[in-house]
């Protein structure tokens, strides 16, 4: 889930959800702020020892990646391409119960596409650095945490199209290099992502069990919303450059998108 939430492309939702814990993970997140101790004990070792694993997955993942983001833009967003692309139709198969005889809910897919479409036209920014106001950081920070417990479009895809992905991502490097001069950003940025789980999880939860198929549907939109974005993501680093493009698409970075998730359905599989 981590190595997926550190990338723009498929969320760690996306993740949760295609290994098959999903429902647990969301079920875990609301009984912890219930009133059930029974519940919330078992809620909270659930969540702490997928938490340790999340931690050590982020941290390894930042390590590398921030150093090869700006470097390999074009081949890295090929493998997000790849990643979201091939995860669609996975998605579709393990919720093909919800989603058949109901195509009448296509038009929460097009909503979805839409609204990923217009935050990415209307933010094309490039990165600021530390210097983005702390408002701007705390209410980023709720929305792509959102995006993460979804699956469907990912909260650093998010965080790429607001133009802090690379700054976020540098800072916690930074902070791992035991440079507290990114403490301050990191607390402000972590509040945001405390808020936006307490804030959306009972409202995530009522919509997985009331309006599955909408749900689906909507996420179904999100994931396809998100290939534009994730095309244009070269034009929100520090120095902006050109969308991706036929000529700078990597096919053999996209297909390895693909054979990552078989080997994740591989792994479901053998968990099962």
């Known amino acids: ?42 809620a909270f070792l659930f969540l702490v020892k997928l938490g340790v694993g999340w931690v050590i997955g982020f941290c390894m993942s930042v390590l590398i990646l921030s150093s090869l983001f700006e470097v390999h833009i074009y081949r890295i967003s090929s ?22 005889d109901r195509y009448g809910n296509i038009v929460f897919t097009l909503i979805g596409v839409l609204l ?15 210097s983005v106001s702390v408002e701007h950081l705390f209410f980023t920070a709720m929305i ?29 490097k930074e902070f791992l ?19 936006g789980i307490v804030g959306i999880i009972k409202i995530i939860k009522m919509c997985l069990e009331r309006y599955r198929s909408q749900t689906i549907y909507t996420i179904i939109g999100l994931m396809t919303g998100s290939l534009y974005a994730i095309t244009m993501g070269p034009t929100t ?14 096919i053999l970075f996209f297909l390895l998108g693909g054979v990552i998730l078989a080997g994740l359905e591989l792994l479901k599989a053998r968990l099962d």
């Open 1 to 42: 889930m981590a190595l997926a939430d550190s990338v723009p492309g498929v969320s760690g939702g996306t993740i949760a959800f295609l290994l098959g814990f999903y429902d647990t993970f969301i079920e875990s997140l609301n009984d912890l702020m219930g009133r059930d101790n029974g519940r919330r004990k078992a």
């Open 79 to 100: 493998l997000f391409l790849g990643l979201t692309l091939f995860a669609i139709p996975m998605v579709i198969r393990e919720e093909k119960e919800v989603l058949k």
């Open 116 to 130: 990923v479409f217009c935050i990415t036209y209307f933010n094309p920014s490039g990165g600021e650095g530390i």
């Open 144 to 172: 792509a945490i959102t995006a993460m417990v979804l699956p469907g479009i990912s909260g650093s895809t998010l965080l790429l199209i607001f133009g802090l992905y690379v700054p976020i991502i540098g800072a916690v």
């Open 177 to 195: 290099h035991m440079n507290m001069d990114y403490f301050p950003i990191l607390m402000v940025f972590g509040l945001g992502v405390v808020t």
């Open 237 to 250: 680093l520090d120095v902006p450059r050109a969308p991706m493009s036929p000529s700078t698409f990597s």
